[in-house]
Structure formats: C-alpha cells, structure tokens
C-alpha cells in the first residue's frame, strides 16, 4: 500500500485494533528507559491559563519520571507531569516556589491512564480518567522555561527520570479546558472517551503528538506534531501505487479554456513516470498529464481529433535535482493566441526554464476524449489508452491543488512560500480553488474491507455537500421505501454553522406527517436553555417516547453545541427490543445507551425526510450542511459507528453493505437538479 509519510517513516500496528481503551496499545510509543527514549518536542514556551494531557502506561517508571512538560534542567519546574516517589501521578509548576498535586489514588503497572492537568490562571488541577482529583492549588506567575518541552523525560540532557511504559496522544492547550461544571462543555471527559484532540469542542490543541500510526521510535524528527500539517506527505514507491482523485470532469478539467494545477514532489531517481493528470489514449485525443521522462518533467497536452504531434513542455532532469522538494504549478489558458503561451510552468515561484515541441497543437480547451468514455484523474499512475496503468512514479508528494483559472506569477510565490506548503490559511484565487489534496495525516487506509487510500479534498466534506437553508424550508424526500419497524440505523454527517439556530431545533430526519402520523424524528433540541439530541421513536403498539442525551434521561450526559462550523458524524439505532441498550444515540465516537419502553417500530406510509420535522411545515427544520446520510435495516454496534467514523472523514466504501438500505452521498456526483426538484442517487443500489 501506499504510505503516509513523515520524517523518516510510517510505523503501521501490528495486530488488531482492541476498543475501547485496550487499542491505545496498538497506537503509542513504548519507552524503555534503559534505552534512553525521550521525544524532544522544542523550545519550552511560557503560559499563564494551560492544559496538559496524556494517556500513560506505566511500567515500573522510577520515582518522578516525566510523562509530558518541561523543567529548567535540574531547577524550576516550568510545569511537568511526572510520577512522584509513591507511585502517584504528579502535576507541579513554579511561581518562584515549586508547587506540586498528586492524583487522589496510586496507579497500577500495565494500565491505561488519561491525566489531564489544568491550570486556569489561578488553580492548578488533575483529572485521572475523567474525574477531578481532590488535591488543589493556587499559584502566580510562573518562571520562564529554558530548556525543551519534552516527552518521557523532565529535560533535554535528563537521565535520571526518563519515563518507562507506553505514552499516547499528548497534548498541549493554550488554555484551561472545561469539566461540563458552571455550564461549561466536559472538554476533560471529550478526551477521556478517546475522542480526536484536533476535533475538540473549543480551540484545538497548539501541539498534539499522537505517537502511534505517524511516529517512528527509533528515528529523529519521527514524531509529528499533528496541530502543524505541513510535516507530512505521501510517499509511493515504484510498485505501482496510484491514488484515484476521479472523473476529470469532477475538475472542470475536458472541455476547459483555463486551468491550473500546483503540487509538490521529489524524486528518487531520474526514472520513467507519472505525476498526474487523466489519459484517453492517442486515438481519441490524448489526454492532460505531468510526467516524469527520464527525470525530465514533461507536460503533455492532448487534443480532441488527433492522434499523433502532440504539444508538451519539458524541463530538463539537470533542472529538477533527486532528493529535493520541488514545486510545480502548471497553467493552462486556451483563450490566448495558438502556440506556446497556451502553457506556462513555474517552478519554486519562478518562472520555469524550459522547452517547447509542437506548442502550435496545444488546443483551445483540454481534451474531453473526442467522445469516449470518460476517465479519471490520477496521481502516481498514467492511465493507459487501454484502460491499464503505466509509468510507476517513485517519489514522495504533497499539496496537489486545482483551480479551474489561470494563476500568474505572483500567485506562485505565495503558493512557493519561500519552500514550506502553505498548508493553511487563504490560498491564491481560493474561489476558483475546485480540489486540494494536502496527502497528510488526512489520508487514510480505508477501514472497510476494500483497501484504498481515502484522500480527502479539503475544499469540501464528501466531497461536496447539501446545503439546507432554513429560510425556505428545504427538505429531501426519501420516499416511502424506508418502512424499517424492528431494527435499523440512521448515520449523517452535519455540519452547522455558530450563527444559525441558536435556540431552535435542527431536524436530521424524520418520519412524521402529524399525530398519529408519526413513525421517529431525530434532531437536536434546544430547550430550557438545554441543547441535547432526541430521538422521538413510536412503537409498533403507537406508544411514543422521547429519548435524550441530557442528564435527566438514563444519566446520559449532555453533549456540547454542535453549532461550531464543524462536521459530526451523528445518528441513533434501535433493535427493535427492550433489551438494555437496545437504543443508541451517537455524536462522533460518543454513544448514549437506552432501553427502549415498548418494542419495535411503528409501521408507516408516510415519506421519509431530510431535513425537516413534517412535510411543508417549517418547525425545527435544519440549517446548515448534510453529507453521506446512510440507512441500515440492522442496529450498528457501537465500534461500526467508530469504524464509520473514521478519525473525522467519511468512509467512501459501504460498512455492513449487506444492510444497507440506502446511502445519500449528497454530493455533485449524485444529485441532480430535474428542473423543479432535486433528484438524489440511492448509493446503496
């Protein structure tokens, strides 16, 4: 398989994946102090408000090993998380004296543990687990740090307390986080519940290292601090690795007068192959590609009708040196004058220097295959005339982005940027920016039965989505095929902005046409100042019953506003029984479990709806953005909702495909606009 790379290499685990806490083990790194392993994370940076985080496996460490901080050498504490000397967990700072709290209890060797120590300007505090520690203090202005932030040791050049066991997921806050008191969001209880750091409810963490699947224990510079982006790329080897972006026309690229294309790359070796670009073969036009020929950088430009003297532009294999990140972006602009100004190249936001051969052919649009059966876009590969796949590209790659305009001189310095990614922030002519494929920590193996590499273009969710606006009462009717009464799963992805709908209700789906009328809604409910989900399920004996995620409902906890610009993943199942959690709710990874009052599902005729309480009627109908909504006539588990999860991006294969009944991907590729109404495909078909 293809590999997500970051300096030096990917360190894949080597069994199954336990769940819950059990596959922290799979995904950590395993200190032995008498090898001397320590993570140095840079310079020691000062706060006053802070939160430090970690899950630790202890494994017989000395007295005081360090788990996560910085200390000034052997002099003042900066603030650190360690053990103390009677294998308790030890939070300590220094305002001009050392102040220190333990954990409440003594902690157990090969075992699981998350800390989280708070400092909110006034108090410093430890929770273990989730739960607040009962030891407290106050503190002042803390010193300067001089040294590192390190992990598994106090300081840079430290020996003697050098952490022994496993450690996971570190983080670190530029701000106190929050324990659900006061009215606050449980931002603790949010990471004891091994949820995605980067995904918490608040600001994300400045510095997170997950030290699992991305970090290398035997290599320097192998441990990446996820917060920065820009660390990582995606390696493929000569083996024939290739990553399928889609149909060209998805691009605007066949058929287009203007185009432009930046990616980064370095190469191996001065071989034969394939960067990117789609391919029809030369009876019907060619296609649009970057290749590598003998190291030289080729940009071919077919054209529709022609079978031979095709344009391209050439930079030497002298001008592109082995080992080095080079930067690229190719411009196409058939509306100039026929010839060679049709293609520019800039290379490291300069104008390239290369060659022309037959500019004159060089077409007025790119070429859409002279009729033939469209093609997809790929990168690593060149796609044959005959469908197979040639010229195996060995290299790494980073940032492929698509713009259906012509960029200019001045936008490739800003996209160079003086040799790092501009992995974040505004990009050149962002809104002709149509695809950006960052190949980071983004991509993912697919964690179906499939096999592929998901790359997520980061300019939309999967990869486009509907939009709902409130204001005209927009809903997606699903007809009456989906009639499930004992068993079933509703999954959607949401995404709502921090404007809309701040003390209403946001319907997800619903089955409802008016009491009796009614089969389920699921939505989440503002009320009395609480936000929570419910689900309103009708039993096949017509007795209704709300069921909530609030404190007051089977001591499920309340979870946060979800009305953070953000993309969730929610949904319930039932399964059509009493039994104990027999019904679920689920935001994320995070699961409520009921027991249902009466069994079954009350049959109905009615619609099925996205988006809105009861057909034409505007109560509770959902602002914001929905993607990949998905129906299964069984009750998931609570680990096939992590799996559908996906560390935060959608699954592009079907999960227990076997149920699935329907599957909305709600994307350009499968709606459709009839004139009157919008169509969407049933995926799962």
């Given at each position: 398989m293809g590999t997500n790379y970051i300096a030096p290499i990917w360190r894949m685990p080597e069994n199954k994946n336990n769940y819950p806490i059990d596959k922290l083990s799979n995904y950590s790194i395993d200190f032995n102090n008498a090898l001397t392993n320590k993570i140095v994370c840079g310079d020691a940076v000062a706060y006053s408000t802070f939160t430090l985080s970690a899950w630790a496996n202890p494994s017989s460490p000395a007295s005081y090993a360090a788990i996560f901080g910085s200390r000034n050498g052997i002099g003042a504490f900066a603030y650190l998380l360690s053990t103390d000397n009677t294998n308790k967990f030890r939070f300590t700072v220094d305002?001009?004296?050392?102040?220190?709290?333990?954990?409440?209890s003594t902690f157990s060797n090969d075992t699981w543990y998350n800390i989280v120590c708070v400092a909110d300007g006034t108090n410093i505090k430890m929770y273990v687990n989730g739960t607040l520690q009962a030891d407290t203090d106050t503190y002042g202005t803390l010193v300067t740090p001089?040294?590192?932030?390190?992990?598994?040791?106090?300081?840079?050049?430290?020996?003697?307390?050098?952490?022994?066991?496993?450690?996971?997921?570190?983080c670190l806050f530029d701000y106190a986080l929050t324990d659900g008191t006061g009215g606050t969001v449980n931002q603790i209880e949010y990471l004891y519940n091994l949820n995605n750091p980067m995904a918490i409810s608040g600001e994300k963490p400045?510095?997170?290292?997950?030290?699992?699947?991305?970090?290398?224990?035997?290599?320097?510079?192998?441990y990446p601090n996820i917060s920065v982006e820009a660390d990582s790329v995606f390696d493929f080897d000569s083996s024939g690795q290739r990553i399928n972006l889609g149909l060209e026309s998805n691009l605007n690229l066949g058929g287009s007068s203007k185009s432009s294309t930046s990616l980064w790359f370095k190469k191996v070796a001065n071989s034969t192959s394939c960067l990117y670009g789609y391919n029809y073969g030369d009876a019907n036009g060619s296609g649009f590609y970057f290749w590598l020929n003998s190291g030289a950088l080729r940009v071919a430009v077919g054209k529709d009708g022609e079978t031979s003297g095709f344009g391209y532009y050439q930079i030497s294999s002298s001008n592109l040196p082995i080992g080095e990140w080079i930067n690229i972006i190719v411009v196409f602009d058939g509306t100039l004058a026929s010839g060679d100004d049709r293609i520019k190249v800039y290379q490291n936001g300069e104008v390239a220097t290369g060659t022309y051969t037959n500019g004159t052919n060089f077409p007025a649009t790119l070429p859409t295959g002279n009729g033939a059966s469209n093609r997809n876009v790929y990168l690593g590969q060149l796609q044959l005339g005959n469908g197979g796949?040639?010229?195996?590209?060995?290299?790494?790659?980073?940032?492929?982005?698509?713009?259906?305009?012509?960029?200019?001189?001045?936008?490739?310095?800003?996209?160079?940027?003086?040799?790092q990614p501009l992995m974040t922030g505004a990009q050149p002519k962002e809104a002709n920016l149509r695809a950006w494929y960052k190949l980071n920590q983004t991509a993912n193996w697919e964690a179906d039965t499939v096999g592929n590499w998901q790359i997520p273009d980061n300019r939309s969710a999967y990869p486009q989505s509907f939009e709902f606006k409130s204001s005209v009462n927009e809903q997606i009717d699903l007809g009456t095929n989906l009639d499930f009464t004992s068993a079933m799963t509703f999954t959607a992805w949401v995404k709502v902005d921090t404007t809309h709908h701040i003390n209403d209700s946001l319907t997800f789906v619903s089955n409802v046409n008016g009491a009796p009328n009614i089969k389920y809604n699921f939505r989440y409910y503002q009320a009395s100042g609480n936000k929570f989900f419910r689900l309103q399920l009708w039993a096949n004996n017509g007795v209704v019953k709300n069921y909530n995620t609030y404190a007051n409902n089977n001591g499920a906890p309340n979870y946060p506003n979800i009305s953070d610009n953000k993309w969730h993943l929610v949904g319930f199942s039932c399964d059509g029984t009493t039994d104990a959690d027999g019904i679920r709710m689920y935001v994320d990874e995070q699961s409520w479990h009921f027991t249902a009052d009466n069994p079954g599902i009350q049959s109905s005729t009615l619609d099925t709806r996205l988006g809105v309480y009861q057909n034409n009627a505007a109560t509770w109908d959902f602002a914001g953005e929905m993607s990949n909504a998905q129906f299964w006539d069984t009750n998931l588990s609570d680990a096939n909702i992590v799996t559908l999860y996906n560390n935060g991006i959608p699954l592009t294969t079907a999960l227990e495909s076997s149920n699935l009944k329907a599957w909305y991907k709600l994307d350009n590729n499968n709606s459709l606009w009839n004139g009157s109404k919008w169509e969407f495909i049933n995926s799962a078909n």
């Open positions: 305002d001009g004296s050392s102040k220190s709290i333990y954990s409440d001089t040294d590192k932030l390190m992990i598994g040791a106090q300081y840079e050049t430290d020996t003697q307390y050098e952490w022994s066991g496993k450690i996971s997921q570190v400045i510095a997170y290292w997950p030290l699992s699947d991305n970090s290398n224990p035997t290599a320097s510079a192998g796949f040639s010229y195996n590209y060995d290299g790494e790659m980073s940032n492929v982005q698509q713009w259906d305009t012509d960029l200019d001189l001045s936008d490739s310095v800003v996209i160079y940027n003086n040799g």
